[in-house]
């Protein structure tokens, strides 16, 4: 079945150590999209790419990156992780403005 | 901006139809109503989408009146695994991005 994968589904880092989480799909969308979501909040749109141009939402802080190295896989970095990026982050796909397809999400634990 | 208003919770027997109501006041001229679900630890999951009038899945229906300044998303004979969160989102001005607003906890009762 086509899908949006996420990797790993869990993640523990320490403060300030470099973290990157992995999405990759079988829909073959152009647009993906990074979201965070933190416990009993709508999720929040970090950034996304629209093929590969690359659209950062303007309250997205720098500690966070992205990648898109070809249509089906997506990385977030966070460079240097605090106690306030502990979070969900989900991934999500679509075609142009039509639905999202989003993954399982990575939980995220900074120690 | 558009932006949606929904309630914040709400409570359901199983058998029984739900409706929960968002209104997206600006919601642009050729622009879309999306619904989604999201349990917990999961990420969400389309429901269903509409323009005006009134769409029907094998999973909700959704009703839209004319002026377009809300919508209803019907839920019919719930059961306990409906309870989730559900979320009414309307397109930002640019385009790719959705308005999240704080979606609707629905618990579904025995």
């Known amino acids: 079945d086509a899908m949006v994968i996420q990797n790993p589904r869990y993640q523990v880092t320490q403060f300030g150590k470099p973290v990157t989480l992995s999405c990759s799909q079988t829909l073959n969308h152009n647009v993906m999209y990074w979201y965070q979501q933190k416990s009993s909040q709508a999720p929040k749109l970090l950034f996304h790419y629209y093929d590969k141009d690359f659209n950062n939402e303007a309250d997205t802080p720098d500690n966070f990156q992205s990648r898109r190295p070809n249509t089906s896989f997506c990385f977030l970095d966070i460079r240097s992780p605090g106690l306030g990026d502990a979070a969900m982050y989900l991934c999500?796909?679509?075609?142009?403005?039509?639905?999202?397809?989003f993954g399982p999400g990575t939980r995220l634990t900074v120690l | 901006l558009a932006k949606t208003t929904q309630p914040i919770s709400m409570d359901s027997y199983e058998g029984q139809e739900v409706n929960i109501t968002c209104s997206h006041n600006?919601?642009?001229?050729?622009?879309?109503i999306t619904w989604y679900q999201q349990f917990p630890s999961q990420g969400p999951r389309f429901i269903i989408q509409g323009y005006k009038t009134k769409v029907t899945n094998e999973v909700a229906s959704l009703f839209i009146p004319a002026d377009r300044k809300s919508s209803t998303l019907s839920l019919p004979r719930v059961s306990l695994s409906d309870t989730a969160v559900y979320y009414c989102?309307?397109?930002?001005?640019?385009?790719?991005?959705?308005?999240w607003g704080a979606g609707t906890k629905l618990i579904i009762k025995p």
């Open positions: 600006n919601i642009a001229t050729n622009d879309y």
């Open positions: 999500a796909t679509s075609r142009a403005r039509n639905e999202q397809f």
């Open positions: 989102l309307v397109p930002q001005d640019s385009n790719y991005q959705l308005i």
